[in-house]
């Protein structure tokens, strides 16, 4: 059985060249931009991108839409609330109305009788 032998100088330098080689072979081997399988995933990109943008739009045209419905319910219940404190003010002056009639009629009795 033979030892480990280490690597020499020559043999790492070698090694490092190799690798430099591999690898530029690597960038160079990848599609240019003018290749029709980059362009066509590129078109894909922006059509995703077209799509997410148009679904972005229609949310936030649907939130402002609801937002819109929610302040004219707020807008109508407002309203509602204050025509039944309107009505109730106008169910309470009619009441005291009657009350003071009432109150002036007996007063009325009061001194018809003394008479």
Do not use: H, T
Not at 69 to 82: G, N
Not at 90 to 101: F, G, H, M, Y
């Amino acid at each position: 059985m033979s030892g480990f032998k280490s690597p020499s100088f020559a043999d790492r330098q070698k090694a490092a060249q190799q690798s430099r080689q591999n690898i530029l072979a690597k960038f160079k081997a990848q599609p240019s931009p003018d290749d029709p399988a980059v362009q066509a995933r590129a078109a894909e990109r922006a059509a995703i991108a077209a799509a997410r943008e148009q679904s972005k739009i229609a949310r936030e045209a649907e939130k402002a839409a609801q937002k819109a419905r929610e302040a004219e319910e707020a807008a109508r219940e407002i309203e509602r609330i204050a025509r039944e404190k309107e009505e109730a003010e106008i169910a309470a002056r009619e009441l005291e109305a009657q009350q003071k009639a009432a109150r002036d009629a007996r007063y009325a009795a009061r001194k018809a009788r003394k008479k």
